[in-house]
């Protein structure tokens, strides 16, 4: 089709679409270029922003290695990720969940560590931290035979994939839930963190006046035949930032209780002084067990990063 105006340009590039074999690539492809078009002619958007947009997106590409993922941390950002998540866990949207979102770091291939055991694998600060944690269906059946990944960040701010300094798959393990369902293991308690800030998004949080900080969390994924396979975030009650998460993951159902013992026992004998505990609750939806491509695939190789925070200007 020859163009006569921009109101036809719209019309041919759907045309085009109707001829894909593929109907959900029809779906999903005309939906975006209906909301693409209606975006440029709403945002009026100048040839010299157009070039602006399309340098952040091949940037996005540009800062993406095999240890960090710089598309899907920008995703997180602009609250796309949680959307999707939302819109596809917890009955289609319609009741609450402890899904989550996958976040930028999950790695495939994490060391399988006994009921119990710790996920501490090079000298790392902090207080210790026992989680209990339980899968149960939607029934509240206990599910047994699961797989459960478990990876955080430490203390200092930095997943071991960002850090030279820590030993290849450090606060990473694989668990299998027994009869009740659970899972026990041993870390350090987390803390907030800031996501980098020296690619798109940090640029898009510097313009819109946001910090780039991150609650302090624990990762979950849960993975079964029979169940839709989740990922998941429980977030530290004491947290400053649940109310301005830079990823936009907290929900209700996954501000989890991390609890400080003073002077009690801890299930390790080595453990002096205080420790935390931290029991929480998932509740799996039936559906297709799929892993997804993982966001990184490797370990950092280069300088400790530095770790940079933004300022949130006053609401």
């Known amino acids: ?42 945002a009026r958007l100048s040839e010299a922003e157009f070039q602006l947009a399309c340098g952040w997106i091949a940037k996005l590409g540009q800062l993406t290695t095999g240890s960090h993922n710089e598309v899907v941390l920008t995703a997180g950002s602009l609250g796309v990720s949680a959307l999707v998540c939302l819109l596809n866990n917890g009955d289609g949207g319609q009741t609450e969940t402890t899904a989550n979102l996958m976040g930028p770091f999950w790695r495939m291939e994490s060391p399988r560590t006994a009921h119990g055991g ?16 339980w899968v149960r269906d939607r ?7 699961a797989e459960v990944d478990v990876w955080q960040a430490s203390p200092e701010g930095f997943y071991e994939n960002q850090d030279p300094g820590q030993a290849d798959m450090n606060l990473r393990g694989k668990f299998t839930t027994d009869a009740a369902g659970r899972i026990a293991f041993r870390s350090v308690k987390p803390k907030g963190y800031p996501i980098p800030a020296d690619g798109v998004a940090g640029a898009l949080l510097r313009t819109q006046g946001r910090h780039n900080m991150r609650p302090a969390h624990v990762h979950f994924m849960i993975h079964k035949p029979g169940y839709k396979t989740q990922f998941s975030q429980v977030y530290s009650s004491d947290d400053p930032n649940l109310e301005t998460d830079a990823q936009f993951g907290v929900t209700r159902a996954l501000v989890g209780q991390y609890v400080l013992h003073d002077g009690e026992p801890a299930p390790d004998a080595d453990v002096e002084g205080s420790w935390y505990s931290l029991d929480h609750h998932f509740v799996v939806e039936p559906g297709e067990a799929r892993l997804p491509r993982p966001p990184i695939t490797g370990k950092s190789a280069g300088e400790r990063p530095q770790l940079r925070v933004l300022e949130r200007t006053p609401r």
């Open 1 to 42: 089709m020859i163009i006569g105006n921009e109101r036809e340009l719209t019309e041919a590039v759907l045309a085009e679409l109707a001829g894909a074999p593929d109907p959900r690539f029809r779906e999903i492809m005309g939906a975006a270029v209906r909301h693409l078009h209606a975006f440029v002619r709403e």
């Open 139 to 145: 029934d509240g059946r206990p599910v047994a035979d």
């Open 118 to 133: 710790s996920i501490v694998r090079s000298p790392t600060p902090g207080l210790p931290l026992f989680v209990n944690a």
